[in-house]
């Protein structure tokens, strides 16, 4: 099944993005997003997963940073950092490998006036479980 280590994909990536001081002190890591959080996050966001071959998946993850700054550059910085975690120590899993990881997209978005701004960084990894 193409979902087996999907549960535990998210939260390898959960505990790596929570361990990394280079996030955490700058922004709160949550595993959804929160209706109303102060400061600047990182959410875990959605994730499309494909079956590559036996034993093999590929999992499309995004990753959500939010900043109330007025610009850009913290949810910039943050949003480097989360990447840099990422593909510098791929998450373990039980029973199955990372056998691949990298930064595959990213979409900066404005809120209307004083509104967050948004970025979202999408993550291919590469899962075999043979």
């Given at each position: 099944?193409?979902?087996?280590?999907?549960?535990?994909?998210?939260?390898?990536?959960?505990?790596?993005?929570?361990?990394?001081?280079?996030?955490?002190?700058?922004?709160?890591?949550?595993?959804?997003?929160?209706?109303?959080?102060?400061?600047?996050?990182?959410?875990?966001?959605?994730?499309?997963?494909?079956?590559?071959?036996?034993?093999?998946?590929?999992?499309?993850?995004?990753?959500?940073?939010?900043?109330?700054?007025?610009?850009?550059?913290?949810?910039?910085?943050?949003?480097?950092?989360?990447?840099?975690?990422?593909?510098?120590?791929?998450?373990?899993?039980?029973?199955?490998?990372?056998?691949?990881?990298?930064?595959?997209?990213?979409?900066?978005?404005?809120?209307?006036?004083?509104?967050?701004?948004?970025?979202?960084?999408?993550?291919?990894?590469?899962?075999?479980a043979n």
């Open positions: 099944m193409s979902m087996t280590h999907s549960w535990e994909l998210q939260q390898a990536l959960y505990w790596a993005l929570s361990a990394a001081p280079a996030i955490t002190d700058h922004a709160t890591v949550l595993d959804a997003a929160a209706s109303e959080v102060a400061g600047d996050y990182v959410a875990i966001g959605e994730e499309q997963v494909r079956r590559k071959g036996p034993g093999l998946t590929e999992h499309d993850v995004t990753i959500e940073v939010h900043s109330a700054a007025q610009g850009f550059a913290s949810a910039k910085q943050i949003a480097a950092e989360v990447a840099a975690v990422l593909v510098a120590t791929p998450p373990a899993l039980s029973g199955a490998t990372v056998a691949d990881l990298r930064f595959f997209k990213a979409r900066s978005r404005r809120g209307k006036g004083t509104a967050r701004r948004s970025i979202q960084l999408t993550f291919r990894i590469l899962i075999d």
